[in-house]
């Protein structure tokens, strides 16, 4: 649902808040439940620590294991980018919630990973994971163009072609 929080009406707020409540939905963030649309989630590692990008091998697996998990449930994976201390991807998805139990079981299985290699037992290592849906064609290009000059937005490279830890490489090769 496309609108602007503050224009609404208080009954119309009211209502929307009311049918959250109903659906098990969120209150105050997007719904879970966008079927069949594109998402685009983000998470970060806790306190913004370079957890994922503590060594090049790590954050090029972890690549392989964020979409290997979404591309399992998701119709399409449109881009992605992981950077050391957090992560973009943008699915089309069937089931917001399908996505965000795939995912909440990778960050599971490897903070445990990362923290038995770290020596740091009991570490908190993700922060949160935020689905936010695509509202139309020309957001979800806009949505790409974002996640693929992420790295170059926090200074890692200068030109968005140069981070190896995306799809930049296969959407070049499909344009």
């Not at 659906?23 to 913004?48: D, L, T």
């Not at 923290?115 to 806009?142: F, I, Q, T």
Request: charged content about 20%.
């Amino acid at each position: 649902m496309a609108y602007n929080w503050r224009r609404l009406a208080p009954e119309e707020r009211a209502a929307i808040l009311a049918q959250r409540q109903a659906e098990s939905q969120p209150w105050h963030s997007p719904p879970y439940g966008i079927r069949g649309r594109w998402v685009h989630f983000s998470a970060a590692c806790y306190e913004h620590k370079r957890i994922i990008g503590s060594n090049p091998r790590r954050i090029a697996c972890f690549g392989q294991e964020l979409c290997a998990a979404l591309g399992k449930i998701c119709e399409s994976i449109g881009a992605w980018c992981v950077l050391p201390n957090h992560y973009h991807i943008l699915v089309l998805t069937l089931s917001v919630q399908e996505c965000r139990k795939a995912l909440g079981k990778m960050h599971g299985r490897l903070s445990h990973r990362w923290n038995v290699e770290d020596s740091k037992r009991g570490r908190k290592c993700w922060h949160s994971c935020l689905p936010k849906p695509v509202r139309n064609e020309h957001h979800r290009w806009a949505v790409i163009n974002y996640i693929h000059n992420n790295p170059v937005h926090h200074k890692y490279v200068t030109k968005w072609q140069e981070w190896p830890y995306s799809s930049a490489p296969a959407f070049l090769d499909s344009v």
